[in-house]
C-alpha cells in the first residue's frame, strides 16, 4: 500500500514563500510520475505540477509558472514545491499524489494514490 505524507504548509503574507514536502512509501518511487494539485473552499480540485519519473520532464497550471517549482529527490523518495510569491488565491489544501506511469500527467484520473492534504494559507 502506497502512503504519501505532506508537510510544510502553513500561513504566510502574500509575496512570501513556503516548500512543500511529500514523502512516499510503498513501492519503487523512481518509477512513477508524481503531482500536485489544490482545493480550494467551495471549488473543485485543480491541478498545480507535475514531475515525470526521472525529475527532468515537469508541467504546471498557467497562474503558477514562473512561481511554483516542483522537483524529487528519488533517494529520498521525496517530491517537493517551491512556492514563491505567494498570492491570496493560492489559499487552498494542497494534495500530493502519485501517478500511475512514469509519465507526468496534468489529469486526476493518472494518479491513483494521494495523500491526506495540507492547509497553505496565504494573507493579503
Known amino acids: 500500500q502506497v502512503q504519501l505524507v505532506e508537510s510544510g504548509g502553513g500561513l504566510v503574507q502574500a509575496g512570501g514563500s513556503l516548500r512543500l514536502s511529500c514523502a512516499a512509501s510503498g513501492r519503487t518511487f523512481s518509477n512513477y510520475a508524481m503531482g500536485w494539485f489544490r482545493q480550494a473552499p467551495g471549488k473543485g480540485r485543480e491541478f498545480v505540477a507535475t514531475?515525470?519519473?526521472?525529475?527532468?520532464?515537469?508541467r504546471y497550471v498557467d497562474s503558477v509558472k514562473g512561481r511554483f517549482t516542483i522537483s524529487r529527490d528519488n533517494a529520498k523518495n521525496t517530491v517537493y514545491l517551491q512556492m514563491n510569491s505567494l498570492e491570496p488565491e493560492d489559499t487552498a489544501v494542497y494534495y500530493c499524489?502519485?501517478?500511475?506511469?512514469?509519465?507526468?500527467?496534468?489529469?486526476?484520473?493518472?494518479?491513483?494514490?494521494w495523500g491526506q492534504g495540507t492547509q497553505v494559507t496565504v494573507s493579503s
Open positions: 499524489a502519485a501517478g500511475a506511469t512514469p509519465d507526468y500527467t496534468p489529469y486526476p484520473a493518472g494518479y491513483n494514490y
Open positions: 514531475i515525470n519519473w526521472s525529475g527532468r520532464s515537469t
